[in-house]
């Protein structure tokens, strides 16, 4: 099926360092979300963007929905360890309505 | 407040036979979505029910049939399992239907068919 295309797959940093992923899409979306899921556990919600161009802050993640409604990225500042995980973004548009598409995940991991 | 729930946590099959999954969503939530997430991968969207109907679809066979009932709850109902059909199944609630609704999951059920 159709997914987005999430990069870095992973990534591995110190503790205190800020990280960085985006997402990027063929199509155009409505919604932008995402999701952290830790093992053996569903995705939890992060940060849902809504318009084209909004930036939103959730305490250390910051997202941001593309101008072109074709990507988004997800900055966290100053991770710790519990930042640990796998991420992903999810789109919905057009006439999906309830329809999710995902990414491929990110695994983070942080170094103590 | 219960978030969304669902039965069984794990689950063991052998191809052929049939499985039934079951979800109780969030309370305040109408909707109901499943997905199904193969191991390393992102979910895939199977089908979304809404006022007891099936209103969207993904890109799976019609071995994948769902239900839902008054009380909102679902079912995800899978014939003729294959190896294939090993993944977490993930249910996911959303109140009302339509575009700005964000979907909160569960924390899914774990089938693996041998």
């Known amino acids: 099926g159709q997914q987005l295309n999430q990069s870095p797959q992973s990534m591995f940093i110190q503790e205190g360092e800020d990280v960085s992923m985006n997402c990027t899409s063929s199509?155009?979306?409505?919604?932008w979300l995402w999701y952290k899921q830790d093992p053996g556990e569903g995705p939890v919600l992060l940060i849902a963007?809504?318009?084209?161009?909004e930036l939103t802050s959730n305490g250390r993640l910051t997202a941001q929905f593309g101008i072109t409604r074709k990507d988004s990225f997800l900055n966290i500042s100053a991770s710790i360890p519990s930042d640990v995980g796998i991420y992903f973004c999810?789109?919905?548009?057009?006439?999906?309505?309830?329809?999710?598409?995902f990414g491929q995940g990110t695994i983070l991991t942080v170094h103590p | 407040d219960a978030g969304v729930t669902q039965s069984p946590t794990h689950l063991i099959k052998t191809r052929g036979q049939q499985v039934t999954l079951r979800c109780s969503p969030k309370?305040?939530?109408?909707?109901v979505s499943w997905y199904q997430q193969a191991l390393g991968q992102g979910p895939q969207f199977i089908f979304q029910?809404?006022?007891?109907?099936?209103?969207q679809r993904g890109n799976f066979p019609d071995r994948f049939s769902g239900h839902q009932f008054p009380n909102y709850s679902s079912e995800l109902n899978v014939n003729a399992l294959l190896l294939g059909d090993s993944a977490l199944y993930l249910c996911?609630?959303?109140?009302?239907?339509?575009?700005?609704?964000?979907?909160?999951f569960g924390p899914g059920t774990r089938l693996l068919v041998l």
């Open positions: 996911a609630s959303s109140p009302g239907w339509g575009n700005q609704e964000t979907q909160y």
């Open positions: 199509s155009i979306f409505n919604t």
């Open positions: 963007l809504y318009k084209a161009g």
């Open positions: 999810a789109g919905r548009g057009g006439t999906s309505y309830g329809k999710l598409t």
């Open positions: 309370s305040g939530h109408d909707t």
């Open positions: 029910y809404y006022e007891e109907e099936e209103r």
